[in-house]
Every structure is written in structure tokens, then in C-alpha cells.
């Protein structure tokens, strides 16, 4: 008797915090079946970018324009040692923010002091290319990065010195689709953007043009495809 209580007690006390989540993933939709559009930042890119770059740098061939190669998102969350269920919310914010699912990084070698064993998943990342890169990168300039608190610009700094840019951010909630009630813990994550250019001077104008407003820019490039 006592366990027919618990089993009815477990199904009043409502959905668990993984049904919870789940109702942030993308659900079926009536144009599922037709095929999507090209990215509207793409077709800028196609239209202006390209132009403006060829004529800013004078690059006569047009394999030399450079363009954007792919976007890695990547979370680490070092309470998932203690916690591995912490690290199933953050698989599904990533999934629901870029549209794709993440794989789950794991550690390559055991840390002693911090109880940490080789092979644990301590994060998850997600790489992104063709139209999800595309469409990822407009919204996070178009939406989410006006939403970062005392946002000044982003920093010139980050460039790798390979024609490569790297930001932090802070807290995901600068992405609208991660539902507030649904966050179990705030947590940043790392954003890097992997060009085909060799040169931190010609990334930095590509991603100009593109709509990235970088710090000290009085007239940052507003899209309007």
C-alpha cells in the first residue's frame, strides 16, 4: 500500500525538469515540409559584402573575398562533476538558442584537486555551418547582442592573429528563445567565428560589414536586405 501512495504522490507533484525543458524544443510546424529560404544575411552578404571588400581591399580574383567558414559555441560548465544533470539543461538551451544538437565535450585528462576523471563530460559544444550559421548569426546581432546588459561595443582585441574572433558571453539569456521560467542556472559561453581569411584587419572589416558593432564604432553598419 505504501508503495501504491508514493507512485500516485510522484504523478501529482507534476512534470520533471526534463519534461520542462523539452517543451522549449522546436516542435512540428505546417511548413515543415516546404523548403526554407535562403538566409537573409547571406543574400547581404552575397549582394554587398562581397562588393565592398573587393573594393576596400582591391581583390581583383573573387576566390580572395573572404567569407565566414563556420560559428563554434562552447559551455563549460565545471559543476557537472558534481552535478551531471546540469548538464542535460544546458544540451537543451544550446539546441533550442542555435538549432542543432550539441555534442558533449568531455575532459582529456584527470584532475586530481578537482575530483575530475578522464573521459567526464564537463560541457557541450556546437559547431555551426551553412544556413544555421547564417541565420544564428543574424539573430545574434540583430536580437540578442542589443540585449546584453551596458553593452558598449565588442572588443577589436579577440582576433587571433589568423584571421579568427573570439567573444564571451556572460549569461544566455540574451537569447530570446530561452524561456525564463524554464533556466535552472545562469551561464556563459564562448563564441568564436572562423573566417577564410588569414588577416585580422580583413575578419574584422568582413564582420563590419556583416553588422557587428565593434567598440569605438561611430556608425556601426545597420543590415537592411
Keep these: 500500500m505504501a508503495t501504491t501512495k508514493q507512485q500516485g504522490g510522484a504523478k501529482k507533484g507534476g512534470a ?19 523548403p526554407a529560404p535562403a538566409p537573409r544575411l547571406y ?15 582591391a581583390l581583383a580574383n573573387p576566390h ?3 567569407t565566414l567558414e563556420k560559428i563554434t559555441i562552447n559551455v563549460g560548465m565545471g559543476e557537472a562533476i558534481k552535478q551531471p544533470k ?9 539546441a533550442v538558442i542555435t538549432g542543432q544538437k550539441p555534442i558533449r565535450t568531455k575532459a582529456k585528462k584527470s584532475i586530481a584537486n578537482y575530483g575530475l576523471r578522464e573521459g567526464q563530460e564537463i560541457g557541450a559544444a556546437v559547431t555551426l555551418r551553412g544556413a544555421r550559421m547564417w541565420e544564428f548569426l543574424d539573430r545574434f546581432i540583430s536580437t540578442a547582442i542589443p540585449r546584453i ?5 565588442l572588443s577589436t582585441r579577440s582576433f587571433d592573429g589568423r584571421g579568427n574572433y573570439s567573444l564571451g558571453i556572460k549569461e544566455q539569456m540574451i537569447f530570446p528563445e530561452v ?7 545562469i551561464h556563459g559561453m564562448d563564441l568564436t567565428f572562423v ?6 584587419d580583413v575578419a574584422f572589416a ?8 565593434f567598440r569605438g564604432d561611430d556608425k556601426p553598419i545597420v543590415v537592411r536586405a
Design 86 to 94: 546540469v548538464l542535460d539543461a544546458i544540451v537543451d538551451e544550446l
Design 179 to 185: 524561456n525564463y521560467d524554464l533556466v535552472e542556472q
Design 43 to 57: 543574400q547581404y552578404y552575397l549582394k554587398t559584402v562581397r562588393a565592398n571588400l573587393a573594393k576596400q581591399f
Design 16 to 34: 520533471s525538469g526534463g519534461d520542462k525543458r523539452a517543451s522549449m524544443l522546436p516542435k512540428e510546424h505546417k511548413g515543415a515540409g516546404t
Design 64 to 66: 580572395q573575398i573572404p
Design 195 to 200: 573566417t577564410t581569411t588569414t588577416r585580422d
Design 206 to 213: 568582413l564582420l563590419r560589414e556583416l553588422g557587428m558593432p
Design 149 to 153: 546588459r551596458d553593452f558598449r561595443g
